[in-house]
């Protein structure tokens, strides 16, 4: 079985069987005990938007949970995909072209922001498959 990710959250809102949670991200560095040393502890609080599988109120503790699989595959489609587009259009228009090295830079940029368009036109799509669930603590 898949491994989950967990974070504690409380519920700001609930519709149906659907909630809006606050949690509170944390970076490994807010755990360690030399982060006031440091200054690298970090901790941002997030909204987003859970699948209830038990009945909760409003102001209750939850734990919100998502695949280890499917973060991986977010970092894949976010960071990697788009870094992989970007080197095969400067490598392509580089090698076959004669253009400046700031019409292939803005071309590959370019390409990216299309890449980054494909997703937000299929984002329904992809949160049906990135889907948080969550269970009262």
Same mark, same amino acid.
Not at 56 to 61: N, S
């Given at each position: 079985m898949? #491994? ?9 809102s &609930?519709?149906?069987?659907?909630a809006?949670? #606050? ?9 360690? /005990?030399?982060?006031?040393?440091? +200054?690298?502890?970090?901790?941002q609080?997030?909204? +987003? ?6 009945p909760?109120?409003?102001?209750? /503790?939850v734990?919100? #949970?998502?695949? #280890? ?6 970092? =894949?489609?976010?960071?990697? =995909?788009p $870094? &992989?587009? +970007?080197l ?6 580089? $090698?076959t ?8 830079g ?11 368009i494909?997703?937000?036109? $299929?984002?329904?799509? =992809?949160? !049906?498959?990135?889907? $948080? !669930?969550?269970? /009262?603590?």
């Open positions: 898949d #491994e989950m990710i967990r974070h504690e959250g409380v519920v700001l &609930i519709n149906g069987n659907k809006h949670v #606050e949690i509170v991200q944390t970076s490994a560095c807010s755990a360690c /005990k030399a982060r006031s040393m440091c +200054m690298s502890s970090e901790s609080q997030k909204e +987003m938007d859970v699948i209830l599988l038990e909760v109120q409003v102001g209750d /503790k734990e919100v #949970e998502v695949r #280890e699989r499917l973060a991986w595959k977010a970092v =894949l489609l976010a960071y990697i =995909l $870094f &992989i587009v +970007m095969a259009i400067i490598a392509i228009l580089d $090698f072209t004669q253009w400046s090295e700031a019409v292939v803005t071309l590959s940029l370019c390409g990216i922001a299309l890449y980054y494909g997703l937000s036109v $299929f984002k329904h799509r =992809l949160q !049906t498959q990135f889907s $948080f !669930t969550a269970r /009262k603590l």
